[in-house]
């Protein structure tokens, strides 16, 4: 009976020792399961669906299993906002028809009146209207298409602006202009320099600059470039 | 019946008898679920444990390579279909055309087309030469004297994928099978009209793909790469045709001249991009 009892109480244990030897594992599985997709979703569910890892992948235009580690695209940080109006940019050439309403910009073009729905802006203390991209600024009875004015300030994007990532900013290109996001809208900045985008701006003029091609657009000079294998244009200050 | 006899509890151990058994019973419950708790809980996330890959897609594969492999030129088209996912989440099918010619151990020449895009790729056992057709830029960048060698420095220095280099390389079951983890041969399929083998492999965060005609031939019919690691788990689709083995590939094929008025563009290195990436901003 003795004998009995002390296996008993060996079995019991050797049984507990095993459970709180496993106690620690199940805790920390719960936990890193419910940081994966628990509270930190939980907290932000608009952005779930279509939020973006520090580190964006972006290789599979390139179909390869090669190189399949070789075309990851390091972006400097998640992207803050994805609405359907922004495209992100892929570094990749693809054949997607997406035109926009500012692909039509030609500079100085006149209209007689306005769509429903523009908006009126005040930039540096001047009128300015907005729709869809595109800025005016009234000449007589008409409206004439210009540069879109740095510190002009708009609640929604551009439909079809791009993502560009540089440094620790995202930028957003759309029409010629680069929108940062601030105070709820997004702002017009100045061009910055260095940065490459898959397409030129609407109506830029091709120019020549020591014999290298280039193109102009509002004051400043975008070259082409190869870039993963696909042609890409760098802003630059001549 | 002796047996019988001496399994007979004593009467005054009866209660003991009874609850030993039970208590036994509970604790190896109670241990075995602890241990294979554990067990789950230690071995299942990011467990490195390497399914197998099947013989007969290995060897199916392996006979695909070697076909390839000797084969000391070829010509083949592809269409390629790939996924993209628009800003609103949709995701949309993008086409495009490739036509291939290489030729062992350096030379290379493809051209590819889509609606708004036509580009060409030369090389030519000293440089690659990139040619936007529609905007007549061209850039070219120095290459290792070999194929598998300019590849991969392309890839690696320019961000540059050779088109289909899977089934270019010198030695694609080598290639592959580098980065394959699993395996499994799914039958008999027929591919636009051809019967062929379809065979499964992944590479753990990336499936592979390749359907390979039966007989005499087995050469690539199909290929689909799955991205299960990024958004919408993206696919891209080349299917094959026109394999030719017979017409030869002279020099002129993978030599790049400049179409009249092409401009010369740069070529911009990862690594100076990234670097580029790094100032942006500031």
Redesign the interface.
Known sequence: MKSANLTSIRNIGVGLVALLATLPLLYAQRAQSSGRGGSASRSEPSRAPMQRSPVMVDRSTHGTIRHVDTHVVQRSGAVPHFDQHILVHHDVEVDVNRPRNWHGFVFGARRHGLWAGYSQLSVNGSPYYYDAGIYYQQMGSDYQAVYPPVGATITGLPDGAIAVDAGNLTYYYAGGAFYVQQDGGYVIVPTPIGVTVPELPPGAAQISINGSVAYQFNGVYYQPVFVNGVTQYMTFMA | MKLLATQQPEPQ?KP??R??PV??H???Q??LI??L??LG??VA?GADVTPPIDSQAEALLRRMSDYLAQAQFFSVNAE?W???Q????QQ?Q???TVALQMRRPNRFHAELR????N?G?FYDGESIT?L?RV?N?Y?RIPAPATLDEA??A???R????L????II?SDPYK??MA??ISGIHLGPVTVLGVPCEHLAFS?GK?D?QIWLEQGARPVPRK?V?T?K???GT???T?IFSNWDFQTKLPDFLFNFEPPTGA?K????E?KS??A???????
């Open positions: 151990m003991t008898t609850m030993i208590t036994t509970w604790c190896r109670v241990f602890s241990a708790v554990g809980t230690t996330p390629i790939q996924d993209i628009l800003g609103s989440g949309v993008a086409g495009r889509s609606t708004r895009h580009r790729l990139l936007n905007q830029f850039g590849m991969d392309a890839s690696e320019f961000g540059i994928a088109p289909l280099e899977d390389v290639s592959a980065k394959i590479l990336v592979w290929i790469i991205y690691d990024e958004e993206p696919e891209y080349a401009t563009i740069s070529v911009a990862i991009q990234n580029a990436h790094q100032n942006w901003g500031k």
